[in-house]
């Protein structure tokens, strides 16, 4: 059973930065890809950044174009979001997932990934 684990949430000032970091663990696939997903209270899951293990090609949403960068860990199957010059509407639950296959391209939608983690929440003061 596939597993992810993130943490790295909590609360900044507009302005400031956080770093969130995700595991997996339980999986046996040879390529893959991992993402960063948000949700905030009362909307829809949302895209954040996606990177392919393999080649590390990368994919944001154009919310966070310049401010956010995924990136992998040195251990398999980590992965990490920088976010810098966060805003109040990045406030939102944060969620790590993965699937297996790169998915090239545009950022992949929620609907591209089974495996799920708990989320960490981050919160966005003005």
């Known amino acids: 059973q596939v597993q992810l684990v993130e943490s790295g949430g909590g609360l900044v000032q507009a302005g400031g930065s956080l770093r969130l970091s995700c595991t997996a663990s339980g999986h046996t696939f040879s390529s893959y890809t991992m993402a960063w997903f948000r949700q905030a209270p009362g909307k829809e899951r949302e895209s954040v950044a996606a990177i392919t293990w393999s080649a590390g090609l990368t994919s944001y949403a154009d919310s966070v174009k310049g401010r956010f960068t995924i990136s992998r860990g040195n251990a398999r199957s980590s992965v990490y979001l920088q976010m810098d010059s966060l805003k109040p509407e990045d406030t939102a639950v944060y969620f790590c997932?993965?699937?297996?296959?790169?998915?090239?391209?545009?950022?992949?939608?929620?609907?591209?990934?089974?495996?799920w983690g708990q989320g960490t929440q981050v919160t966005v003061s003005s």
């Open positions: 997932a993965i699937r297996s296959g790169s998915y090239i391209g545009s950022v992949p939608p929620p609907s591209a990934f089974r495996s």
